[in-house]
């Protein structure tokens, strides 16, 4: 498959206080030790090394904040947070070094301005260039690209008009995205269950509390393809912990979506095809009366017992994105 080199931008790049909207990134690998990756950011960057321990670092770079390089593995992120160490050289490093043979490597990039996502791609090839390799090495890997884009406002008509985007979008975004088998499989992505998507299409003006408790009624949990908890808790970190006992929940106005497989070892391939797919979720956001029409549609195609057919709404929506040039 060709990739598209160009992030396009949304309809909407700043906030509602006038600030550009910015992106951030997480990217899930093997192929490199956190030593060797964390080589790589330096000299892409030309940052400095600000705290490193045998589980994870952090790279400073000016212009653009500060790069997390990790082990994705909890047990030894929390022993070497125990160990509070300043340098490494025990038993924890060679933990680490064998653990970068099967448990992926996490960079976590600083968020940047929605007009600046091309800055990200010199790390990209030289990660490639270096030996990191995607979703597809391995049967059993199940990770991939997190983009956590900013919110444009926390009003209640925009974070609806995203949710109902993207479930309308979900299936189809499965395909395009080409998301890998074992990826479908795992845990990790879910995606939301057709009986939140009767509901979410059913109410016609929801408030805050509505969307909030069928949220998480039937997504109480982090493994979600599209994880609203993070923007939730921004908005209301007690009901949100209440109803899901998860220390991961970091709070803040973006939304964690987790679809996309890191394909860093194909030639070509940048962060540009994740966002660009992405991209469809924001630009059916800002049309009110296609959402509405769609959602109607999603509810007149349920039949009793089987629910709405994946693959008739899946070409449904390919059509319909198609002739609107969203697609």
Request: a negative charge; glycine letters at 4%; proline letters at 5%.
């Amino acid at each position: 498959m060709a990739h598209d080199s160009t992030y396009k931008i949304p309809s909407i790049t700043h906030t509602q206080e006038k600030k550009i909207r910015n992106v951030g990134f997480e990217m899930e690998f093997i192929g490199l030790d956190l030593i060797q990756t964390t080589a790589v950011v330096e000299q892409v960057f030309s940052g400095r090394r600000i705290k490193e321990s045998s589980a994870a670092c952090v790279v400073a770079v000016e212009g653009l904040g500060d790069f997390t390089i990790e082990v994705d593995w909890h047990f030894l992120k929390q022993k070497a947070a125990q160990q509070n160490q300043a340098r490494p050289g025990d038993w924890l490093d060679l933990l680490s070094q064998a653990a970068a043979l099967l448990v992926p490597m996490e960079v976590v990039c600083p968020p940047i301005s929605v007009s600046e996502l091309d800055r990200l791609d010199p790390l990209v090839k030289a990660l490639h260039r270096a030996g990191a390799r995607g979703t597809q090495d391995s049967i059993i890997a199940a990770y991939g690209v997190h983009i956590n884009t900013e919110i444009p406002n926390l009003d209640v008509s925009c974070l609806s008009a995203y949710l109902r985007a993207f479930s309308l979008l979900q299936w189809w975004l499965v395909d395009t995205h080409q998301v890998d088998f074992a990826r479908r499989l795992s845990p990790y992505i879910d995606l939301y269950p057709e009986a939140y998507l009767q509901q979410l299409f059913s109410r016609a003006l929801p408030d805050q509390n509505q969307i909030q408790d069928d949220y998480l009624h039937y997504n109480a949990s982090r493994n979600r393809a599209l994880d609203l908890l993070p923007l939730l808790a921004h908005m209301d970190a007690d009901q949100v912990h209440n109803a899901v006992a998860d220390i991961k929940i970091k709070a803040r106005p973006a939304f964690h979506y987790r679809l996309p497989d890191c394909q860093i070892d194909k030639p070509g391939w940048s962060l540009a095809h994740p966002w660009n797919t992405w991209w469809v979720v924001e630009e059916l956001a800002q049309r009110p009366d296609d959402l509405q029409d769609l959602a109607g549609q999603f509810l007149a195609m349920h039949r009793p017992l089987l629910g709405v057919s994946r693959s008739d709404w899946t070409a449904l929506m390919s059509r319909w994105l198609h002739d609107h040039g969203l697609a």
